[in-house]
């Protein structure tokens, strides 16, 4: 299992950018696929982007297309997610995720592994 830990998180105004980052813990790092994933006050869990093990390939909600960017660097065992364009309606808290399946994983069920989460408020 892979121990996870966000940062990067808080305060940000409307229009404004912010990039998360998650560190991991276990050294097969690079063998995971990573995802971030956001919960909303009073919503489910939902996906908000994914990256393979390489890094070569990734996937996003339609929500955040062209203004998120997910990315990693396996030598830092850290997996980023950079936000631009940020409105209240993204307002969240942010989880990072592992899976063993080292292709691209959208699905919650797919991770195993979870941070506590980061709180992502936007203010307008």
């Known amino acids: 299992q ?7 998180g808080g305060l940000v105004q409307a229009g404004g950018s912010l990039r998360l980052s998650c560190a991991a813990s276990r050294r097969t790092f690079s063998g995971y696929a990573m995802g971030w994933f956001r919960q909303a006050p009073g919503k489910e869990r ?3 982007a ?9 996937d996003y909600a339609d929500s955040v297309k062209g203004r998120f960017t997910i990315s990693r660097d396996n030598s830092k065992n850290t997996v980023y997610l950079q936000m631009n364009s940020l409105n209240p309606v993204v307002t969240a808290v942010y989880y990072c995720a592992a899976s063993r399946a080292p292709s691209v994983r ?5 991770f195993g592994s979870w941070g ?9």
């Open 46 to 48: 939902e996906f908000v």
């Open 2 to 8: 892979v121990q996870l830990v966000e940062s990067g």
């Open 106 to 110: 959208t699905s919650i069920s797919d």
């Open 116 to 124: 506590p989460g980061s709180p992502v408020p936007v203010s307008s």
């Open 50 to 58: 994914a990256i393979n093990w390489t890094g070569r390939s990734t």
